[in-house]
């Protein structure tokens, strides 16, 4: 029988395996980070209350570490109900959910309460659920704090040292502008494969929060870090609307219920670990940089325009949130 189970998840089937009780439903999680990371704790979290409200019956495995794929990959697999869930960061969504590019705008957020404001109010809804006509459905947003650049070989005091550095992006164009205008040289890659990327000089950096700075283990590699802090994107817990569409009521109120839960408890989780990374990172050897923010702000604002020539609304909106 186990074999049976992992020649079926193997060919990626949702409907789950389960010894001795039919009535058990699996839903898969992918995503690609690691299992000490905040995020994933979220999850971790999410799962045990649906275990919990299900009283057992309804099962989320989540398959860490891009086991399942890239983002990418994850988020065509929910398309096609492959897989039952994943957690992207909303840049990786772009390709998928043009109204995600907001997030994208470097320097969008005031502060964290604007941030929350937004994420947590009308319009943080709207885009959670824009996904929805591409089969993505949006549950919740997980706090993936600020990202900023770090590099192998030369300190990032200024955008002018960026100037002839690859730097790994993730597979959005929004990010991919943004180093340009940075005068970096951007290069999509992976999560997942960015470690070897670093190691063997493919790129000379890469940008990210500290947590995930510290669980991937770029560190090792990377030892400067600039705390230019150019980014706020927020991480996307999202269900296949098939698979959605194929729970009863119930299971559909369990899953939003943890889902949001679980946020709730993540942020909490967040600080601590943002903390904690920095600290870990200081002591293996990390110069750690804090530029002045103000350079980096005005060489990304050509994004504001060429983003509001096609799609200013939500942009508008977050706006006056601010006010
Ligand atoms: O979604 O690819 C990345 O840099 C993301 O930060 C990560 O996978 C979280």
Request: charged share 25%; glycine share 6%; proline share 5%.
């Amino acid at each position: 029988h186990w074999l049976g189970c992992l020649l079926l998840a193997a060919v990626f089937i949702f409907a789950g395996c389960s010894e001795g009780n039919t009535d058990k439903k699996t839903i898969r999680l992918a995503h690609a980070l690691s299992t000490s990371h905040p995020v994933h704790i979220g999850m971790e979290r999410m799962a045990k209350l649906v275990d919990e409200k299900s009283n057992g019956q309804l099962e989320i495995a989540i398959f860490p570490s891009q086991q399942l794929g890239s983002e990418r990959e994850t988020l065509e697999l929910l398309q096609i109900g492959s897989i039952g869930m994943t957690k992207v960061s909303s840049a990786a969504l772009e390709n998928f959910v043009p109204e995600l590019r907001v997030y994208s705008l470097p320097y969008l957020f005031q502060n964290d309460e604007h941030a929350l404001n937004v994420l947590n109010g009308e319009i943080g809804r709207e885009l959670l659920l824009a996904g929805e006509e591409y089969w993505l459905r949006g549950l919740t947003y997980y706090d993936a704090g600020y990202r900023s650049f770090y590099t192998v070989n030369q300190p990032v005091e200024s955008p002018e040292d960026l100037q002839g550095q690859k730097i790994r992006v993730m597979e959005s164009q929004m990010s991919v502008n943004m180093v340009r205008e940075l005068g970096g040289s951007p290069t999509p890659i992976s999560f997942g494969e960015l470690y070897t990327a670093l190691q063997q000089g493919v790129v000379d950096g890469a940008e990210n929060n500290p947590p995930s700075f510290l669980s991937s283990r770029h560190y090792e590699v990377a030892k400067y870090y600039s705390l230019d802090e150019h980014l706020m994107l927020p991480d996307l817990l999202l269900i296949s609307t098939l698979q959605w569409d194929n729970l009863s009521e119930q299971e559909q109120k369990w899953i939003q219920e943890a889902a949001d839960s679980s946020a709730n408890y993540q942020r909490q989780v967040w600080a601590e670990a943002e903390e904690e990374a920095m600290e870990i990172v200081k002591e293996a050897g990390v110069e750690v940089i804090y530029p002045d923010k103000q350079p980096f702000i005005e060489l990304t604002e050509p994004i504001y325009d060429q983003y509001r020539e096609t799609e200013p609304e939500f942009f508008e909106l977050i706006q006056r949130i601010k006010d």
